[in-house]
């Protein structure tokens, strides 16, 4: 649990990320994140100097990529001398599990007994940064990564237009349903949604899809295991209802061509749309701009009310280190300060979510960071955390584009991506 932190205590936390290093071996330590907007930047380079303060010899030299471009250079990048010796990692088999099999990323299995990671989060969550030393099964053997921040798929919403159409957060999917139809017909759009950048809408769709799912069947369909199939009723389910979405004009106007930046993070704060089905992340750039209060989150309900609330989530991606870093020790030493409590009470205090469970005490009542915190506890702690397609299917965007643009049925959607799953 997440306490706020003494002064002595913070001062202990900073001694014990302490590493010996001599005026003669000044290392600089070349680190890779994704912390592309404003307030992530501002949030990182703190946490960097205080690294750097509490570590005399060790500069951190920082480099930023958005997360795509991240995952495309990282594979070269990792095989040179002047890569990263620290880097943010998307986690899945083709991005991860690719980079283990090619023997690029170090085991940190050694580093995780040492500083007692294995208790920063569950077992569960830390399958999703582990791999078998071949790279080919996921969630099972090493270590590769270690998460700081994590990430529930739910619903923003203006609190004042559910108190002005008298609406009540959704407990099940038809109560959503209704709640949508409400605020189509006073006139507003209901739900901020932009496909251009083709990740949006594997959020969008697969928050309704696991709507529909079981824990066990998300689970097998990424880890690969017995029984993992895209060919479910859930499935079958969830595209039929995010067509019916669509038909009944619940997203923008033009929605095909709104990027995820320019017009979905700033319509939803300009109040264009009452909801946003994205990630807690999001949260992050929303209190700057508009506080604690206007905002409010839920979970994504289930079909039935006697299901549990499984939400696409899990850890965010993971700070990994390159198989032949110079530097193993003192990035192991990074890792753990990036990922400890000290910088989980600086996340938190921008309005990020920390990958270690959180007190809700901490928070004030009422607020987004409240309401954040409050979904997160409830999915990890009821075995409820769901997955992102692409981890397992990495071109699942393209699909979906097809089903939104009615080129493919949605049975026609299940088949083509279960084609892909199967293929050898």
Known sequence: MLKRTSGFLVLLLLVLAVVPVSAQDEVTLVVWDNFTREAETTMIEALNAQFEEANPGVTVQRETYLTEDLTTV??????????????????????????????????LNDYADQYDWWNRYGAGLHARN?????????????????????????????????????????????????????????????????????WPAI???????????????????????????FD????????????????????????????????????????????????????????????????????????????????????????GVRATSANPDVAAAYIDFITGSDAAAVL?????????????DVVAEGTLTADVVAAWNTISQGNAVGHYWDWTIPDMAPYIQELIAGVITPEDFIATVEADYTAE
């Open 74 to 107: 990282l594979p070269t990048a990792l095989t040179e001398t002047s890569g990263p010796d620290v880097a943010m990692i998307n986690q899945g088999a083709s991005n991860m599990g690719a980079l283990v099999q090619a023997g690029l990323l170090l085991p």
């Open 130 to 198: 582990s791999f078998s030393e071949d790279g080919a099964e996921f969630g099972v053997g090493n270590v590769y990564g270690v998460s700081n921040t994590a990430e529930v798929v739910g619903v923003f919403y203006w609190r004042e237009d559910f108190e002005e159409l008298g609406l009540e957060v959704p407990a099940t999917l038809e109560e959503l349903d209704a709640v949508l139809a409400a605020l189509k017909d006073s006139g507003r759009t209901p739900i901020m949604f932009g496909s251009l950048d083709g």
């Open 203 to 229: 959020h969008t769709l697969g928050a309704i899809q696991h709507s529909f799912a079981t824990v066990e069947e998300v689970d097998a369909f990424t880890f690969g295991t017995e029984g993992g199939t």
């Open 232 to 319: 479910t009723e859930a499935n079958l389910l969830g595209a039929q209802k995010f067509l019916e979405w669509i038909a009944a004009g619940y997203f923008p106007d033009g929605f095909e061509g709104l990027d995820y930046d320019n017009a979905s993070l700033s319509g939803f704060i300009n109040h264009e749309t009452s909801l946003w089905i994205t990630g807690s992340w999001a949260a992050g750039n929303i209190i700057p701009e508009l506080g604690e209060e206007p905002i409010g989150f839920f979970l994504f309900p289930p079909a039935t009310a006697d299901a549990p609330p499984l939400n696409i989530g899990g850890v965010g991606l993971a700070y």
């Open 348 to 360: 938190l205090e921008n309005g990020f979510l920390p990958a270690a469970e959180v007190d809700t």
